[in-house]
């Protein structure tokens, strides 16, 4: 029933990577949010990475310099959110969604700097970059992306692939069922949330539901997280998860994965993981962590990227 393609990887090898110039950088959050997270579109004309890079795969990035071992920076991997024939349709064209990583160890009281995020979200538009790829063979739109319905789940910058999908579909004339399903921390963290809002007004079926983690609590004093989203919104949702053709792409943070299974698994929807026979007995809203990690992985219906 599903059919997924062949797609070539690593065009260009990290280890002979090629350059590229910014052609844009733009923040992709609300504004006055305190995360800077950046649209960045890169033109790659005149590489062997034109066309190359379909929704769902990876761009290879390499900061310049070495390491603290004195070693070349090893490629970073960052999703393409850019449709798969190239942003605005452009295949010299492919973009990427990118959160400085800044944070400060609890207990030395260091400052840390993503190396790469850093770099990248610092190059402006005219400045070239060191690119290879593409990667991901997996975590893509099945070849007959038409006959199926889709749930897509995002935390944070995981939302990437999902906005080339969804260009992918509605593009194409898309005419079945795709929700997506997307957790920040605050509001202002929504990405993308302007061109989703209008997304959802111009086509009923698509089903944007948000999940906001550290504005209220929900009524046993949790955060709200995306995986809630299916119980919340489980009139709405159901009936989707029901299809036969449905396919579900997690991608973000990895401690979203348990949630969603066991909160599907409570509605009966097994079909989206294999689950051992002894969690599979056991009631979904007793599953513990270590129960999800020994006995549940995703199905051929279920595709994932977390870290
Ligand atoms: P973030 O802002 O740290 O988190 C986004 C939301 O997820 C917040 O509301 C956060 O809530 C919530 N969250 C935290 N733990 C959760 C859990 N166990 N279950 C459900 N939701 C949870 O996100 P980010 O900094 O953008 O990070 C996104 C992650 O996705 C990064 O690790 C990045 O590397 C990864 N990513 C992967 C790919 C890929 O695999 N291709 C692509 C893009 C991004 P609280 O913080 O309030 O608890």
Known sequence: ?????????????????????????????????????????????GTPLVGQFKAGQSIGIIAPGVDKDGKPHKVRLYSVSSPSNGENGNPNLVSTTVKRVLDEDWET?????GVCSNYISSRKAGDTILIAGPSGKRFILPDNKLDCNYVFFATGTGIAPFRGMLIDLFESGFKGHVALLFGAAYRTDLLYYKWLSDLEKQYPNFHYKIAVSREGRRADGTKTYVQHLILDYKEELSPIFAQENTLMYICGLEGMEAGIYSNLASLGFYSYMKAGRNIAEKPATEWTWEDYKNNVKPSDRTMVEVY
Do not use: G, W
Not at 3 to 23: G, H, Q, R, S, T
Not at 109 to 113: A, G, I, S, V
């Open 1 to 45: 029933m599903f059919n997924f393609p062949d797609l070539p990887i690593n065009v260009v090898k990290p280890k002979e990577p090629v350059e590229a110039k910014i052609v844009e950088s733009k923040i992709c959050t609300l504004e006055s949010s305190p995360n800077f997270i950046r649209h960045i579109t890169i033109d790659v004309s």
């Open 109 to 113: 009281q260091e400052l840390f700097t």
